[in-house]
């Protein structure tokens, strides 16, 4: 599977972007997607994750209820709206596909696929 990601960018605090993901390739070996971000010194850490099946919807604490992951199963894409950004979001962010498993949706060694990374700086 590759995944190419697109939307990211520099946006003041309090404002909002919309990043997608699409995937190619062996795309039905994927029941779940995720996305993961990396601050400059900081570990990849889990953002969130969507299980095509039932598309159920999964957060990390930090971005619950100010970010929305969503799919378009047809499209093999996976979007990620964030609103009320803040400087602490500013990362890499990275796309991710793989199998589904309910205990370890949140670690990175879930997800077998990729993508490079699109860069989101927040303002103050």
């Given amino acids: 599977v590759q995944l190419v990601e697109s939307g990211g960018g520099l946006v003041q605090a309090g404002g909002s972007l919309r ?3 699409t995937a190619s390739g062996r795309t039905f070996s994927s029941a779940a997607m995720g996305w993961f971000r990396q ?5 990849r850490e889990f953002v ?9 919807t999964y957060y990390a604490y ?4 100010r970010f ?3 799919g378009d199963n ?4 996976v ?4 609103n009320s950004l803040k400087p602490e979001d500013t990362a890499v962010y990275y796309c991710a596909a793989g199998g ?10 879930t997800y077998a696929s990729w993508g490079q990374g699109t860069q989101v700086s927040v303002s103050s």
């Fill in 19 to 21: 990043l997608s993901c």
């Fill in 39 to 43: 601050a400059p010194g900081k570990e």
């Fill in 48 to 56: 969130a994750a969507i299980r095509w099946s039932g598309a159920t």
């Fill in 62 to 65: 930090s971005v619950k209820g």
């Fill in 68 to 70: 929305t992951i969503s």
């Fill in 74 to 77: 047809a499209k093999n894409t």
């Fill in 79 to 82: 979007y990620l709206q964030m």
């Fill in 100 to 109: 589904w498993n309910s205990g370890t949706y949140y670690e990175a060694t």
